[in-house]
């Protein structure tokens, strides 16, 4: 009796500790008021180290030290510019759903791809689409063009500017405070049924939060 | 005994002799009481909740199918007070009148009760009247209007009776809805508009798990499966705006899988549709052909196992045209 109580106990520790686990917040919240923000974000195919080597990955510029944090947490001021770099590394391929080809949500429905502006990216065509950034509750919606899966690919994070890579560009207001969800929209958690498990389902990997402080 | 005799059992004088024991005439006696009790409740209770409670019931009047759903659970309740009635009226009768403390009898339960054929009889009769009247109208009420605004399949069995039906196909996707308007152009919007007093078929179908698209204030939810057109109709009566949920735990972002919908005037619905259809134009072209299921394409999919079981002939719509290297 005791000892199923034991038991107990420690498996429900274990799950609050892994329910309540988050990855890391990367702050850009403490520009000065009325400044946009400049947040920089990286893809990469495969995050390279345990506990999930394979999987792909989102990584956050940390602003005060310039070093790339593994999380998709990051939080930025209320009713402020927020000017997003992408840096994407990963191979592309046809979208699921060529919706999700459209630039929506953003300052001027635009975004650009290595500083040419585009609204709709055809997916059937080149390297395709490698993720998306999107902020449903907001509208939001970018597609990360793809690298050719044919070049020396980065597959490790962080990586930098000498593997292969797109640049994409586009800014937003952000609303009042919250946390918003964020997410990918390609089905991009490779061998996971519908290709949606595995980083497609784990925040610090292809979700995470916005969160938006007054 | 003696306290039965005096609360309730008013012996009309004529009982049977049969020393302080008259079982019968007591149940009998305290039955009526009972009745008169749950009669009086009941009709005062019912027409109080369907005059001051009955029109507020959700999800509100906002289309037909949401007027139907409201009119069905005011029935229910209804129908459901005076059984809730009964139940406390019997059980606060009891702990008033048979209580130990006021040297009542050993409370008369199984054996007794089992053999007492007005109780058996009443017993079976009500209840059988009352789950045959419900099956009746339920199955009616599913009947109308327009199918009750839940997902029929995708040969629905009741349709609209109107001649002008507004088709828009609803997407699910890990993890939000698109809504495509076939007839016009076939866009693909995250927006979902609709027209007021038009009859709408909504085709309901996912791109990859199993969603269910529950417009709240227009009473209207069906289930999202992958390769199934599944068909839901209603027609919106007031204009104002309306919440679609995700009903069907479908992932870590589930809670966050919903939007706002409009109901506007066929004029407005007309200029919305028209310039939503011109300013979609460069990426409804790269969109497959409406089909009212699409089979996501192995090289779309970006790996995954659901290539493994799509027939590359299959007549099914393949999402995302041809793709290379799909076989
Ligand atoms: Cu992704
Ligand atoms: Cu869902």
Same mark, same amino acid.
């Given at each position: 009796?005791?000892?199923?109580?034991?038991?107990?106990?420690?498996?429900?520790?274990?799950?609050?500790?892994?329910?309540?686990?988050?990855?890391?917040?990367?702050?850009?919240?403490?520009?000065?008021?009325?400044?946009?923000?400049?947040?920089?974000?990286?893809?990469?195919?495969?995050?390279?180290?345990?506990?999930?080597?394979?999987?792909?990955?989102?990584?956050?510029?940390?602003?005060?030290?310039?070093?790339?944090?593994?999380?998709?947490?990051?939080?930025?001021?209320?009713?402020?510019?927020?000017?997003?770099?992408?840096?994407?590394?990963?191979?592309?391929?046809?979208?699921?759903?060529?919706?999700?080809?459209?630039?929506?949500?953003?300052?001027?429905?635009?975004?650009?791809?290595?500083?040419?502006?585009?609204?709709?990216?055809?997916?059937?065509?080149?390297?395709?689409?490698?993720?998306?950034?999107?902020?449903?509750?907001?509208?939001?919606?970018?597609?990360?063009?793809?690298?050719?899966?044919?070049?020396?690919?980065?597959?490790?994070?962080?990586?930098?500017?000498?593997?292969?890579?797109?640049?994409?560009?586009?800014?937003?207001?952000?609303?009042?405070?919250?946390?918003?969800?964020?997410?990918?929209?390609?089905?991009?958690?490779?061998?996971?049924?519908?290709?949606?498990?595995?980083?497609?389902?784990?925040?610090?990997?292809?979700?995470?939060?916005?969160?938006?402080?007054? | 005994?003696?306290?039965?005799?005096?609360?309730?059992?008013?012996?009309?004088?004529?009982?049977?002799?049969?020393?302080?024991?008259?079982?019968?005439?007591?149940?009998?006696?305290?039955?009526?009481?009972?009745?008169?009790?749950?009669?009086?409740?009941?009709?005062?209770?019912?027409?109080?909740?369907?005059?001051?409670?009955?029109?507020?019931?959700?999800?509100?009047?906002?289309?037909?199918?949401?007027?139907?759903?409201?009119?069905?659970?005011?029935?229910?309740?209804?129908?459901?007070?005076?059984?809730?009635?009964?139940?406390?009226?019997?059980?606060?009768?009891?702990?008033?009148?048979?209580?130990?403390?006021?040297?009542?009898?050993?409370?008369?339960?199984?054996?007794?009760?089992?053999?007492?054929?007005?109780?058996?009889?009443?017993?079976?009769?009500?209840?059988?009247?009352?789950?045959?009247?419900?099956?009746? =109208?339920?199955? &009616?009420? /599913?009947?109308?209007?327009?199918? %009750?605004?839940?997902? *029929?399949?995708?040969?629905?069995?009741? $349709? +609209?009776?109107?001649?002008?039906?507004?088709?828009?196909?609803?997407?699910?996707?890990?993890?939000?809805?698109?809504?495509?308007?076939?007839?016009?152009?076939?866009?693909?919007?995250?927006?979902?508009?609709?027209?007021?007093?038009?009859?709408?078929?909504?085709?309901?179908?996912?791109?990859?798990?199993?969603?269910? =698209?529950?417009? &709240?204030? /227009?009473?209207?939810?069906?289930? %999202?499966?992958?390769? *199934?057109?599944?068909?839901?109709?209603? $027609? +919106?009566?007031?204009?104002?705006?309306?919440?679609?949920?995700?009903?069907?735990?479908?992932?870590?972002?589930?809670?966050?899988?919903?939007?706002?919908?409009?109901?506007?005037?066929?004029?407005?619905?007309?200029?919305?549709?028209?310039?939503?259809?011109?300013?979609?134009?460069?990426?409804?072209?790269?969109?497959?052909?409406?089909? &009212?299921?699409?089979?996501?394409?192995?090289?779309?999919?970006?790996?995954?196992?659901?290539?493994?079981?799509?027939? +590359?002939?299959?007549?099914?719509?393949?999402?995302?045209?041809?793709?290379?290297?799909?076989?």
């Amino acid at each position: 009796m005791v000892g199923f109580f034991v038991v107990a106990v420690v498996v429900i520790v274990v799950l609050v500790i892994g329910f309540t686990k988050q990855p890391p917040t990367v702050d850009y919240s403490n520009a000065q008021s009325g400044q946009p923000v400049d947040v920089t974000l990286q893809t990469v195919g495969a995050y390279g180290s345990a506990p999930h080597p394979t999987w792909v990955s989102y990584l956050i510029k940390d602003p005060s030290t310039g070093q790339w944090v593994h999380t998709s947490y990051f939080q930025v001021p209320a009713h402020t510019r927020v000017n997003m770099t992408i840096i994407q590394y990963d191979s592309g391929s046809p979208l699921r759903n060529q919706q999700i080809g459209m630039v929506t949500g953003t300052a001027g429905k635009v975004a650009l791809l290595n500083g040419k502006p585009f609204h709709v990216y055809n997916s059937n065509a080149g390297n395709g689409v490698g993720h998306t950034f999107s902020i449903p509750t907001l509208g939001i919606n970018v597609p990360l063009v793809g690298n050719n899966a044919n070049a020396n690919l980065c597959s490790a994070a962080p990586c930098t500017e000498k593997s292969p890579h797109n640049v994409l560009k586009f800014s937003f207001t952000s609303p009042g405070s919250g946390s918003y969800p964020w997410q990918c929209f390609v089905p991009c958690g490779l061998g996971f049924l519908y290709g949606n498990g595995g980083p497609m389902q784990t925040n610090g990997y292809m979700a995470g939060f916005m969160k938006v402080v007054a | 005994m003696s306290v039965a005799a005096e609360g309730g059992a008013v012996s009309e004088g004529s009982g049977a002799p049969q020393g302080t024991d008259e079982p019968p005439r007591k149940e009998a006696s305290h039955g009526w009481r009972l009745f008169a009790i749950w009669l009086v409740l009941s009709a005062i209770v019912d027409p109080l909740y369907y005059i001051f409670a009955g029109p507020h019931i959700p999800p509100g009047r906002m289309s037909s199918t949401a007027g139907g759903a409201v009119f069905d659970f005011n029935i229910l309740i209804v129908l459901a007070i005076p059984v809730m009635i009964g139940v406390w009226v019997y059980m606060a009768y009891a702990i008033i009148q048979w209580r130990a403390s006021k040297g009542g009898p050993e409370p008369e339960g199984g054996p007794l009760a089992a053999n007492n054929f007005k109780i058996q009889t009443s017993w079976i009769t009500i209840t059988t009247v009352l789950v045959l009247f419900l099956a009746g =109208f339920g199955t &009616y009420e /599913l009947v109308q209007p327009e199918g %009750a605004g839940g997902g *029929q399949g995708p040969n629905p069995i009741w $349709t +609209p009776t109107s001649n002008t039906v507004l088709p828009i196909q609803v997407i699910g996707q890990q993890w939000k809805f698109t809504y495509r308007y076939p007839t016009f152009g076939g866009f693909e919007t995250t927006q979902l508009v609709v027209p007021q007093g038009v009859s709408i078929a909504f085709h309901v179908t996912s791109l990859d798990v199993i969603h269910d =698209f529950w417009a &709240y204030q /227009l009473g209207v939810k069906a289930d %999202a499966n992958p390769n *199934q057109d599944n068909v839901a109709f209603t $027609t +919106p009566y007031q204009l104002g705006s309306f919440v679609v949920r995700c009903d069907e735990l479908c992932g870590i972002w589930h809670g966050a899988m919903y939007n706002n919908g409009a109901v506007v005037t066929k004029d407005q619905f007309e200029v919305w549709a028209q310039t939503t259809e011109k300013a979609l134009a460069a990426n409804t072209k790269l969109l497959p052909p409406f089909a &009212y299921t699409y089979t996501p394409d192995a090289n779309g999919a970006d790996g995954g196992y659901y290539p493994d079981n799509v027939d +590359p002939y299959s007549k099914v719509e393949t999402y995302g045209a041809t793709q290379p290297g799909s076989g």
